[in-house]
């Protein structure tokens, strides 16, 4: 396990790397100059004034050099300063992830809840009319965009019903309020968001538990259980189930990318003042700096959600660890 | 080309993934029929009928600049058609191209070309896309390519594990004994044989591509006004949120329609195409 485990880590250094040279690249290779854009609205710019600016911020020197001025810097967290506030990108990162996090594992909890029973059941129904309901929800599921669904839903419950708030986490009144009065605000305001960001992932798990647990009710393992005459409920739960587990937990840590990158969209619609909309804002106004530092910190959380995935599953499977 | 038949006779059994055909055909036939078909001009302006409500006139109704919005979705038709497709042909040739060199020569090129596969994979794609296309200029064109190069990793992976199998197999020995090239031999003999789940990832990819596109262009990063595509047309819907709720559906409807039917066309031939599903199979 410890040799598996060291391997597994030791590989993911070259990925990083990689993965902090292909940011690099995609950034600076393109054209589009950060100067010009900060400077483009005022016209009495001098010339010499962007030369100042671009040295300021290490534009003027040579490609390899930057790369290698920001690398060492990324090995000690510092992804430099934003170009549109001036404040560290880490500082901004810092404050919006708690944001996204809170509702991202709140959906992954939704999601957990809801898709896990609804793919076994359907497995061991297979062909009924459940089975046959929830694939057609599930097709429907992958096939919606989720910025039309939530626009669908702030037009039913914000402006038709008026019940629901349609932007932002908090209400502008928020500071006359109790706890109990926040608390009851803050969940009005992520009902939506939460629930929008549940219901795509809610389809791919739930066939993903399906497909997992069909597999596993095939095995030999669970013929030899119902032979030997133990009853439905525990071939299924006991032996079945845990074993359909297993996949799972790996299909939730290859979907954290998923959850960093979809958020984009309904961040931006519901103005939730998270990673995606920071991703965005900042892309609008070329802000390198806070670009790159998120670029490569979602992938790496992407790496490690793998690896958290991998270990579990090497933990239950020795099949997996021993393999050369 | 009896296996064909046997395919066509496998997918037709599925009557979702034929109802899902026909309707891809029907949106490949709206769209190269547009200008046709469409009852107005998608751009011309109708200060008089700003934001007027779906009526006999204006089936779907009209959006803020007065404009027809039947015939923009109509239209934006062409704009979903034409990326998913593209960013699709794109993602395939790459993937195929870095898949069979990988699984033919293994070894060293195979480690490296697979951890490279790995690292595209830890991107938040979207991220990617969104960084790229904000630097670069939003327009269909750059849409296209984007998608193309951050979707080909899946397909690179399918080709890749169909040839680690294949090559072991009698008929690439025998081609060998007969001296055929390296380069020959992949395209011609291997490679033909390793498609099938190629299809089925191009057809959910096209599905995948035309979600992204119309989430692209809703952020006003895609097709740009006037130019009508889906994603901005609702654009508009969200502006007029609390107004018009016919610009928010109707487009949205269209993306869910053809999305869902290439997803289930990809449903059924996946199944169509699975030979390990095909023992109950009476010709």
Known sequence: MVSYLTKRLLLMIPLIFGITLITFSVIHLAPGDPVEVQTEMSLKVTAQAKENLKKLYGLDKPLHLQYFDWLVRFAKLDFGTSFVDGRTVTDKIAERIPITLSINILSMFIILVIAVPIGILSATKQYSLFDKLSTVFVFIGFSTPTFWLALLLMILFGVNMGILPISGIQSIDVSDMGPAERLLDWVRHLILPVGISAFAGIAGISRYSRSSMLEVIRQDYIKTARAKGLNESKVIFKHAFRNALMPIVTILGLSVPGLIGGGVIFETIFAIPGMGQLFYSSTMARDYPTIMGILVIGAILTLFGNLIADISYAMVDPRVRTKK | ?283
């Open chain 2, 1 to 283: 080309m009896r296996l064909l038949r046997v395919i066509g006779k496998r997918f037709s059994r599925n009557k979702l993934s034929v109802a899902g055909a026909l309707i891809v055909l029907a949106l490949i036939a709206i769209s190269l029929l547009a200008p046709v078909i469409a009852p107005y001009d998608p751009t011309s302006i109708d200060v008089y009928n700003v934001l007027s409500p779906p009526s006999k006139a204006h089936l779907l109704g009209t959006d803020e600049l007065g404009r027809d919005l039947l015939s923009r979705i109509i239209w934006g038709s062409r704009v979903s058609l034409k990326v998913g497709f593209v960013a699709v042909g794109i993602a395939i040739t790459i993937g195929i191209l870095v898949g069979s060199i990988a699984g033919f020569y293994g070894g060293r090129v195979d480690a490296i070309l697979m951890r490279f596969v790995d690292m595209m994979l830890a991107f938040p794609t979207f991220f990617l896309i969104l960084a790229v296309i904000a630097i670069l200029e939003p327009n269909i064109f750059t849409i296209m390519a984007v998608i193309g190069v951050t979707g080909w990793m899946d397909v690179a992976r399918l080709v890749r594990a169909e040839f680690l199998t294949l090559k072991e197999r009698d008929f690439v020995d025998a081609a060998r004994a007969l001296g055929i090239q390296n380069k020959r031999l992949i395209i011609r003999h291997i490679l033909p044989n390793a498609l099938s789940p190629v299809f089925v990832a191009a057809t959910f990819g096209v599905a995948g591509a035309i979600l992204t596109e119309s989430g692209l262009s809703f952020l006003g990063l895609g097709v740009q006004p006037p130019d009508p595509s889906w994603g901005n047309i609702l654009t508009a819907g969200k502006d007029n949120i609390e107004i018009a709720w016919w610009l928010s559906v109707y487009p949205g409807l269209a993306i869910l329609i053809t999305v869902l039917s290439y997803n289930l066309v990809g449903e059924g031939l996946r199944d169509a195409l699975d030979p390990r599903l095909w023992g109950a199979e009476k010709e």
